[in-house]
T-cell receptor
Framework: NAGVTQTPKFRILKIGQSMTLQCTQD?????MYWYRQDPGMGLKLIYY???????DKGEVPNGYNVSRSTTEDFPLRLELAAPSQTSVYFC?????????????FGEGSRLTVL | GQNIDQPTEMTATEGAIVQINCTYQ??????LFWYQQHAGEAPTFLSY??LDGLEEKGRFSSFLSRSKGYSYLLLKELQMKDSASYLC??????????WGAGTKLIIKP
């Protein structure tokens, strides 16, 4: 039972570099999410998807892009990394045909932009 | 704006009971959720309230009052492994989760 798998777990980027955070789930969940977590703040939604081929912006989408070509995969792309993107990123999924608040999270990816 | 408030940090003694409060102001309400997050790990789902009242799950209980915009998480018979952050989240009218900053619970022997 892999659940939600994120890679990489840690990454250091230079300002202006680009990278992709990978996320895969094997639970056949329709809903997938990308959050960032900063110290002293609640989780902030970056992008979400309600199914393959459908994505939408969350609260803090600037500087990021996503795609959802399959049910399983939901990669997050960072273009032109900035120090403000230093954070811990969590991918999550949830079951069902409608959004629920019971999310299954990946282990997180700690990104530092220098 | 939408807001979730919970204490930043609490300390309790092993074997005791602790109550973590959460107040919220959101655009609509479609449920309140509690998550546990150990340091350096992912959040894990604990409980869900959509109607007023108490939901009990073993040592953990969660209470909701929608009219007061208030919830609490009650942890009984505290164990050292309960040392973690506890996140309160509310699902708003757009079915988006709004998250509090979390309460760091420190358990002392």
């Amino acid at each position: 039972n892999a659940g939600v798998t994120q890679t990489p777990k840690f990454r250091i980027l230079k300002i202006g570099q680009s990278m992709t955070l990978q996320c895969t789930q094997d639970m056949n969940h329709n809903y997938m999410y990308w959050y960032r977590q900063d110290p002293g703040m609640g989780l902030k939604l970056i992008y979400y998807s309600v199914g393959a081929g459908i994505t939408d912006k969350g609260e803090v989408p600037n500087g990021y892009n996503v795609s959802r070509s399959t049910t399983e995969d939901f990669p997050l792309r960072l273009e032109l990394a900035a120090p403000s993107q230093t954070s811990v990123y969590f991918c999550a999924s949830s079951p069902g045909e409608h959004p629920t608040g019971e999310l299954f999270f990946g282990e997180g990816s700690r990104l530092t932009v220098l | 704006g939408q807001n979730i408030d919970q204490p930043t940090e609490m300390t309790a003694t092993e074997g005791a009971i602790v109550q973590i409060n959460c107040t919220y102001q959101t655009s609509g309400f479609n449920g309140l959720f509690w998550y546990q997050q150990h340091a350096g790990e992912a959040p894990t789902f604990l409980s869900y309230n959509v109607l007023d009242g108490l939901e009990e799950k073993g040592r953990f209980s969660s209470f909701l009052s929608r009219s007061k915009g208030y919830s609490y998480l009650l942890l009984k018979e505290l164990q050292m492994k309960d040392s973690a952050s506890y996140l309160c989240a509310v699902m708003d009218s757009n079915y988006q989760l709004i998250w509090g900053a979390g309460t760091k619970l420190i358990i002392k022997p």
